[in-house]
């Protein structure tokens, strides 16, 4: 008996969270939820990209848990500029939203791909206008 609750307390669990896991429940009017976009940061009024970030899809300022006992801080996303590592979430806020193209997020499994070992919390990438 206790064996076929603990399956029936897990499923219920399951099927609660896995609708939350399918929608990012945030986006830009981009449609995608990896992505800001030009158009989207146009919409809003904010000053730095930290600004844009916040209101358009918070949760990627977020830590991701604590990774590892040597570095605290390794949930947190790491931000480029470009394809230059720039700093924390915090380094968002020394860059103008006038001055922004894109930005987009990339999970830990992304980022390691993209840019290599430790980006356990991801990273968001600012891409500046021409």
Avoid at 7 to 25: E, I, M, N
Avoid at 27 to 45: H, K, L, M, R
Avoid at 75 to 93: A, E, K, Q
């Amino acid at each position: 008996m206790r064996l076929s609750l603990a399956k029936l307390v897990a499923c219920l669990l399951v099927a609660a969270f896995l609708p939350a896991c399918a929608t990012s429940g945030e986006s830009g009017s981009s449609g995608a939820a990896n992505v800001i976009t030009y158009e989207d940061i146009q919409e809003i009024s904010a000053n730095t990209a930290h600004d844009v970030v916040d209101r358009l899809q918070s949760r990627w300022l977020r830590s991701r848990g604590r990774t590892s006992l040597q570095d605290p801080t390794g949930g947190m996303p790491v931000v480029y500029l470009g394809s230059s590592r720039f700093g924390g979430v915090d380094s968002l806020h020394e860059i103008s939203s006038t001055d922004i193209e894109e930005i987009r997020y990339f999970s830990a499994s992304q980022a390691t791909t993209r840019f290599g070992t430790g980006h356990d919390g991801g990273v968001i990438q600012v891409t500046l206008r021409r």
